[in-house]
């Protein structure tokens, strides 16, 4: 059976305590691979590699050296496009018809674009009058913020990573990463990418493991770590800022949402129900942008709700090799009882399911995945824990609305605010509207239409900070100004 080791200092090993676990692919239950499970000892040699990495030859190099060698990391990606591919779907089970198209073009272009924007960054500087007359002259510089902790998640587990960790390298820093316990291959499978590539020993380093108790805690606990940046679940960004206090290190935290999306009488119907259909039910809605409220005026609310519910159905539940599926299994077993805990909530409060609300009937050789209906609801009152928790499924609820106001509060009544998406055909409302909600992203008659020099993140209980084209530079560098007097 394959393993799947740490990346310390350039070099795969294993764990000195001998302890695996199991990496399973969620679109029929086998276990694929077995995973080393990171001790202190291993988190502590990843993070004094990143260390030493800092003070050596990455951290002499000029930006032209740096740069030129993450674009050789972001060819290198996508010269084992393939390789990628498979170990991504293999871990997630999502169709290769989305990960070629996303995951893994997203991570060569997370190292490209990032090595571009640092060549070409200004600096800001401001002369300033001094009593005797003669002057000072102030300017910034940024460097390196250090070694950064990077934690991240399974749903895009290519993407999320390498969106930090392109910025972070860019910007000059080290990075020790701990990939989500479920999806460790493409994390691991980089450090071949890296070595290849040129990048020197130390600069990349993975340990894998789970949260609490292992392998994320040590890394988030490690007085040695200059900064955590994470994606995930609000409870565990909280916890994870309670670990950043100690030292009194910044945290970059993209967190949970339960996103709205609004439709209004006026919108392109067309356009809405193909946006809503991706919003609610791509990578099986496993992505924290996703849209788990529809709002829905009420002139077209019947309209709306059965051509999604004819979108729905006509999704092709399938194994990633399949090339006519666009919809996969959960990411695992105990994702999917969650999500089907929500199902049965969902029926226990009366909700009208239009569509779904349990698990598909699969043949013999996917029996054993974590495979769930795309669902649809109606009916559930504004407060119901399915209308109002981050189920992080394939699900919505839709419900009517009649006024611009009322769907302004509805959008804005919990306390996420990642993202959102409204339709209408009408200029003026979509600003007037888009202004007003209280999230970090509103799409405007889109949705997932990324431009990566934009600032993305959340507010509220979505998170802390902003990632993304020069805002990436605030948390991966320190901002220095220099005072000359002349
Ligand atoms: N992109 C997103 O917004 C994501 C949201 N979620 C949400 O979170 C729920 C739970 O899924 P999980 O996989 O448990 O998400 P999680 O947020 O707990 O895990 C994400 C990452 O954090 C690590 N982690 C967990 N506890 C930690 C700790 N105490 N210290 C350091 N690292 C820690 C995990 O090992 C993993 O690498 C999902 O049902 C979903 O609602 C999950 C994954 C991604
Ligand atoms: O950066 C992107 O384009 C996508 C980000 C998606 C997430 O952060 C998520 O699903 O967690």
């Known amino acids: 059976m394959k393993e799947i080791k740490h990346f310390i200092n350039g070099e795969y090993v294993g764990s000195a305590s001998g302890k695996l676990f199991d990496n399973v692919n969620p679109a029929n239950g086998e276990v694929i691979a077995r995973i080393h499970e990171a001790g202190e000892a291993e988190v502590d040699a990843a993070v004094k590699a990143a260390r030493a990495a800092l003070k050596g030859p990455w951290g002499k190099m000029s930006v032209a050296e740096r740069t030129e060698i993450l674009h050789r990391v972001a060819a290198g990606i996508t010269a084992r496009f393939d390789e990628f591919l498979e170990a991504e779907c293999q871990d997630t089970g999502k169709p290769k018809s989305l990960a070629s198209h996303i995951d893994i073009p997203r991570g060569a272009a997370n190292f490209s674009v990032f090595a571009d924007l640092v060549k070409n960054v200004p600096t800001e500087a401001f002369e300033m009058a001094t009593p005797d007359g003669s002057g000072a002259l102030n ?25 930090k960790v392109g910025p972070a390298l860019a910007c000059g820093n080290t990075v020790v990463v701990k990939p989500s316990e479920e999806t460790p291959s493409t994390t691991a499978l980089l450090g071949e990418v890296m070595n290849a590539a040129g990048v020197p020993a130390g600069v990349y380093n993975v340990v894998h493991g789970f949260g ?51 439709v ?36 077209i609310f019947d309209a709306f709700v059965a051509r999604l519910k004819a979108g729905a159905e006509a999704l092709v539940i399938g194994e990633p090799n399949d090339p006519k599926a666009n919809f996969g299994p959960l990411v695992s077993h105990k994702h999917r009882e969650k999500v089907l805990s929500y199902y049965q909530k969902a029926k226990d409060e009366g909700a009208t399911i239009v569509t779904g609300g ?129």
């Open 139 to 163: 300017y910034g510089v940024r460097r390196p913020k250090g070694v950064i902790g990077v934690i991240s998640p399974w749903n895009l587990p290519l993407l999320l990573m390498t969106w």
């Open 264 to 299: 209004f009488a006026d919108a392109d119907l067309d356009k809405a129900i193909e946006g809503t259909l991706r919003s609610a039910f791509a990578n099986c809605g496993q992505v924290c942008l996703g849209t788990e409220r529809v709002y829905v005026q009420r002139p």
């Open 358 to 486: 349990g698990v598909p009937d699969m043949p013999q050789h996917l029996a054993g995945g974590a495979w769930v209906q795309p669902t649809i609801w109606t009916g559930l009152k504004d407060d119901s824990p399915v209308v109002t928790e981050e189920i992080f499924g394939p699900c919505c609820h839709i419900r009517p609305f009649d006024t611009e106001e009322e769907a302004i509060e509805l959008a804005n009544s919990l306390p996420y605010g990642l993202a959102s998406a409204i339709w209408t055909e009408n200029a003026s409302r979509a600003h007037r509207v888009a202004g007003r909600i209280e999230a970090g992203i509103v799409w405007v008659n889109s949705w997932f239409l990324r431009d990566l020099r934009t600032a993305f993140g959340g507010a509220k209980q979505s998170g802390i900070g902003r990632e993304g084209g020069v805002h990436s530079l605030e948390f991966y560098t320190e901002l220095k100004n220099i005072c000359v007097k002349l």
């Open 212 to 262: 609490g108790n292992s392998a994320g805690a040590f890394l988030t606990a490690h007085p040695d770590v200059d900064g955590i940046t994470f994606t995930g679940e609000t409870g565990t960004g909280e916890t994870i800022m309670r670990a950043a206090a100690k030292g009194v290190r910044q945290v970059s935290l993209e967190l949970g949402g339960k996103n709205a999306g609004i």
